[in-house]
Nanobody
Framework: QVQLVESGGGLVQPGGSLKLSCVIS????????MAWFRQAPGKEREFVTR???????VYIDSVKGRFTIFRNTPKNTVYLQMHRLTPDDTAVYYC?????????????????WGQGTQVTVSS
């Protein structure tokens, strides 16, 4: 049973930074494609970034150059480092894992999800 637990969300001023963490249990992170999605109020959940089990990470255009996804394999943890945050980044952020490693952006391809962590960017 794969479980994902996110942490690190909070309230930050525009231009600030946050680092989200997602601890994986029940499966080695090297066996999984990992991703972060987010859902803003009144909007659908959207793909943000993906870190495949091998290969390069992928980002949506609006976060390129500001967000970085990376993992710590011994800690079985994936992170999302976010810089130069704007109010448009306000959302619940979800960590997700795909055990079939399909290199996907589709919500339906990710079988494991965390509970979400709230990120609010406001002055």
């Amino acid at each position: 049973q794969v479980q994902l637990v996110e942490s690190g969300g909070g309230l930050v001023q525009p231009g600030g930074s946050l680092k989200l963490s997602c601890v994986i249990s029940g499966r080695a992170i090297s066996d999984l494609d990992m991703a972060w999605f987010r859902q803003a109020p009144g909007k659908e959940r959207e793909f943000v970034t993906r870190l495949p089990w091998r290969g390069n990470s992928v980002y949506i255009d609006s976060v390129k150059g500001r967000f970085t996804i990376f993992r710590n394999t011994p800690k079985n943890t994936v992170y999302l480092q976010m810089h130069r945050l704007t109010p448009d980044d306000t959302a619940v952020y979800y960590c997700a894992a795909d055990a079939d490693r399909r290199a996907s952006r589709l919500i339906s391809d990710y079988g494991y999800w965390g509970q979400g962590t709230q990120v609010t960017v406001s002055s």
